[in-house]
């Protein structure tokens, strides 16, 4: 769509990555910068009624860990609440899964259940990224997925996506391995690795500061969404996520009260419940400014010359893994800062992470727990 060329493409320098050294940063997808909730689910949105027009039969979504995830929530409910959603993960998956390679990715391996194939019915299945830039990935998938289950050889698969770039080359790798493709934005697939070579970049910097007195509040939401690295029905998850979201700004009505601005962050793969909750905050016009964007495992090069879209980086341990180094990026004012979470075990490092990156541009910050 032509009002999107200019708005969801921001060219980024990758950290210490000899893979793939640029990163195209999407403005609007509420992961690396901070947006309107609701103009991120517009454009998500948007994309799930032309996958819906193109597609309409289809059953089967899987978005793509971690940037894809809430787009392939939402393109799966455009399809039908009957439509199945999965989304792959880079987490610890029990049971019996399928694994690929992302292989230009900081994160190489992603998996995906194997009792997710049972949904394939024989119309489309359609695949969700933020961007296609040759389609490797998406080719990697449909190859292991075609050789472990008998009978998928000849199953048809779309390619959806908010970018794509591929050249001539890569849509005929495309059609042989019989994947088509629709997108929001098409980009002409040029030379990013130069563009962004003289770009001085630094690395995220590690959170540091005396907030370790510092208090957060703490709530164990009641309602429970389902865990979508194990695939649910998309109207049930949407009714979940909505449900969750009126439960958590129930409870945060006093401490929200009289406040002007709030940023809601996802965890990682955990993006769309935030952006939900996001949404139905910003609904309440009592906001001023209310943003959402995601913690994340990707290193991005931060950079203050010119036009380049990562000005601030910190790194933060992992809401999943306190081993695990995590990043955010582009932080602002805000008179309130909600983590949205369904991490397991202790957060306090994480969430102290979290504070100290904000140091004093923010002092009122809550933690929300999602069970499944």
Known sequence: MKKYEKEIFRLAKRYANKKRSYLLVNPWQAKHMPVSPTDALLMMNDLGCLTAQKYPSARLVIGFAETATAVGAIVAANL???CFYVHTTRESLAGEYIEFSEEHSHAVEQKLPSATLSHITGTPVVLVDDEISTGKTMRNMVSVMRQDVAGLSRQDFAAVSLINRLDSDD????????????ELCRLENIDYESRVRGIPIEAAQTATGNFEQRSYRRYRAATRVSDVRKGEWAGLYYKQCRALAAEVLSYLSKQLAGLDSALI????????PALICGKLLEAREQFELVRCQATTRSPIGVCIDGDYPIYEGHSLHSFYENERQTYIY????????????????????????IMTAFGQRCDRFCLVEVAH
């Open 171 to 182: 849509e005929i790798r495309m059609e042989e391995a019989h994947i088509a493709h629709c």
């Open 265 to 272: 962050i996802g965890t990682e793969e955990f993006m769309y």
């Open 80 to 82: 039908a609440d009957d």
């Open 330 to 353: 582009d932080l602002a004012n805000y008179d309130a800062v909600i983590v949205v979470t369904d991490a397991d075990g202790d957060k306090d490092l994480a969430m102290h992470d």
